[in-house]
């Protein structure tokens, strides 16, 4: 079974403070990805990763980094939290598509985060 | 528009079937998927159909797929109070890059 495997369940930090959320897979997957969860408004992507040291900015980037220096782990990092960072946020990860493969995600169990 | 849409409520009684719809955009998806997410959990693939299909069941899901109208349903026969969760579609387009647009998510509510 893919182990997708998010380092903290809880987290309360305080506003202007850097905050890393760690990420680690199992499956040897090229892809990384990492979505913010928000009720009414689905997940949305904020940045993902095919390729050690490689990313691309998502849909809400705005706010967040990332860093990928091993294939297994990705790593999303707020410089400087605000409340409105507030939300729980999701790791996935899967295989690069090749052909017809369906390649789904799978997920960890998520990290939410409370920014005061 | 970019989006992929969903009711965001649905409640039926156990023993009842519960149909959840969902709407894309993009008729170059590749994949479509469904997942279930539970209370306190990540997101848990449950199952997906490929474009080209109309049609997959796997024991009590029946995936439906309308590539005419980009209508895609998940029906689930004999509804028990352990399906009650939240249930995301996603549309997988054209491209490697891999990722997934979601929907906004359908909260299955299922009464005894």
């Known amino acids: 079974d893919v182990k997708v495997t998010q380092s903290s369940r809880y987290l309360v930090k305080r506003t202007g403070e850097k905050v890393f959320l760690e990420c680690v897979q199992d499956?040897?997957?090229?892809?990384m990805f990492w979505y913010r969860q928000d009720p009414g408004l689905g997940l949305r992507l904020i940045y993902f990763?095919?390729?050690?040291?490689?990313?691309e900015k998502g849909d809400i980037p705005e706010g967040y980094s990332v860093s990928r220096e091993k294939k297994e782990r990705f790593s999303l990092i707020l410089e400087s939290a605000s409340t409105n960072q507030t939300s729980m946020y999701l790791c996935?990860?899967?295989?690069?598509?090749?052909?017809?493969?369906?390649?789904?995600?799978?997920f960890g169990n998520g990290t939410r985060l409370t920014v005061t | 528009g970019e989006d992929v849409e969903q009711s965001l409520f649905l409640s039926v009684r156990e023993g009842d079937s519960s149909v959840i719809n969902c709407t894309y955009t993009?008729?170059?998806?590749?994949?479509l998927y469904w997942y279930k997410q539970e209370p306190g959990a990540g997101l848990q693939l449950l199952t997906y159909?490929?474009?080209?299909?109309d049609m997959k069941q796997d024991q009590r899901l029946t995936v439906l797929l309308n590539k005419k109208d980009k209508h895609l349903s998940l029906r689930i026969a004999d509804t028990q109070t352990g399906d009650s969760a939240i249930y995301f579609c996603?549309?997988?387009?054209?491209?490697?890059?891999?990722?997934?647009?979601f929907g906004q998510g359908t909260t299955l509510q299922v009464k005894p």
């Open positions: 996603a549309e997988k387009r054209s491209g490697n890059t891999g990722k997934l647009i």
């Open positions: 996935a990860s899967s295989f690069r598509s090749r052909g017809r493969m369906s390649s789904p995600l799978h």
């Open positions: 990763s095919y390729d050690v040291k490689m990313k």
């Open positions: 993009d008729s170059s998806s590749t994949y």
């Open positions: 499956m040897d997957h090229e892809n």
């Open positions: 159909i490929f474009s080209n299909m």
